[in-house]
C-alpha cells in the first residue's frame, strides 16, 4: 500500500512537471517570427526630386525579453537577405497577439511594413511643449525604424517606433500605439468608443517628457481635427469637436487613449488617425467608423383601397431614414395560397438628403389586376436590402369581381339568387291573391 502511495505521489509530480514544461514552452513561442516587407526610399536622382521606393523582405524576431536566446537558434530563409532579420524585443507584448500569430500552414499572413525614421520635434501646438527646450539628446543618436502591423481578420492595428544601436539588429520598442478596433460600425445616436492605447518604454529618457495625443478625421479627401491633448502641460485643443471627448483619467494612468463620440451621426463616418507623440517621436493607428442605419418603410396609400378585376392600382414604398445609400427596393405579392412570387422593382427613383445626412428613396409598382393575375387579393409587400438589414412592408389588396369566383363568392351567389327568387315568388303571389278578390267583387256587384 505503501509503494502504491509512493508511485502515485511521483506520478503526479512527474505529470505536474510536464504540464509545467509545456507552459513555458508555449509562452516562450507565444511571440511570432514575422515577415515583414522593409521599404524605404531610393537615393534621388538630382534637381529636388525624390527617387522611388525600394522593399526588401525582412523578418522580425518578436521576443520579450532582451536575453532570450530563442530566435537566434532559428534559421533564416534563403529568401532573406541576413542583414534584414532583426530581433525585436517588445516588453508590453503588443506584437505578441494571437491575430500577428497564425497557426501553420496558414494562407492568411498578417501584414507589415517596416521604415527607416527620423526623430525630429514637431511644430503642432500641442506637441511643441514636448520639446521646448530644443536639445537633442545624445539618446537620438541610434537607428530608428518605424514599423506598421495589421492582425488577422482587422482584430489589431499596431504601430511601433523600434531604437537600435548604430549598426546593431538588437531593437527595442520605444513606442506602440494600438488599436482592437481596426473597424467600427455604429448605429445612429448611439455612443461610439474606438480604441487606441499607447506604451511606452520606461526605460527611455523621452517616456518621462510628457506625451501628446490627436485624433483626426479623414474622408475622400476632407480632414478635420477632432480632438487634441497636451498631456505635459494637461491642455485640450480649443479646435475639439463636439460631442468628442477622451477618458484624461485613463490616458494618464493607464495609457487609454480611446476617442468617445458621445452620439453617432451620419457625417462621423471615415478614417479616424490616432497619434501619440513622444518628445521627437510620432506613431499612430487609423481606425475606420461607418454609420449603419437601416430604412423604415412606408406603403401609400394605406389601406390598398378595394380594386376592381381589371383595374390598375399605384402603390408607392417609400423608404427613409437610411445611412449608407446603399439600398435595393423590391416587392413581392403572397396570394391566398400562401405562396410568394417577386413583381420586380417597380419604378425606383433617385436618392434624396436630408438635413441629418440620412437618405430617402421610393419605388412606385403599378398593379394590373388583369395581368398579374392576382385572384381575390392577398399580401402586398415593399422589401428593402440594405448593409444594415432588410425591412419589409405589407399592405392586404382584396379584388373584387374577377373571373374565376371562389367557393365562398359562388354560395353568397346561390344566396342572393334565392332571395331573390323568393322575393319575386312572394309578389307573384301577391298580385295573384289581389287579381282574384277583384274578380269575386264584381261578379258579385253584377248579380
Known sequence: MTNFSTIYKLSVVALTCCFQVLLVGASSSSCPVLECWFVQEKVGRGGGLTGATSQEKSLLHIRTDAHSQDA??????????????YYVTDPAASLCHHSLNPPRGSIKKPQCEINPFLPQPSTLTWVASLTDSALSPIYLQADWFSAAFQGLNEQLGVSTIMRAPTGSKEHSV??????KTVSVKSRLGEPVLLDCGFWADPASPLSGSGFAVEWRYQFRGNG???????????????TQEEGATLDFEGLHEKGNASLILQKAKVHHTGTYICSVYLPYLLAQVAVDLEIVEPPSLAIHPSPLPLAVAGQTLDVQCEASGFAPLTLELSWEFKGADGKSRPLGSGRVTGHRQAWDGTYSQSTRLELDTSKLDLGSGGEVTCVAVHPGGTRRASATLSVIGFSTPSIE???AMVGVALVLYGLIKFVS????????????????KEK
Not at 78 to 84: K, M
Not at 224 to 238: I, P, S
Not at 429 to 444: I, P, R, V, Y
Open 72 to 85: 537566434a537558434s532559428q534559421k533564416t530563409p534563403t529568401d532573406i537577405n541576413p542583414d534584414r532579420v
Open 174 to 179: 520605444i513606442l506602440s500605439v494600438t488599436s
Open 224 to 238: 478635420r481635427l477632432v480632438v487634441a491633448y497636451d498631456g505635459k502641460t494637461d491642455r485640450v485643443a480649443d
Open 409 to 411: 363568392d359562388s354560395m
Open 429 to 444: 303571389w301577391t298580385f295573384s291573391s289581389s287579381g282574384s278578390d277583384g274578380a269575386d267583387k264584381q261578379d258579385k
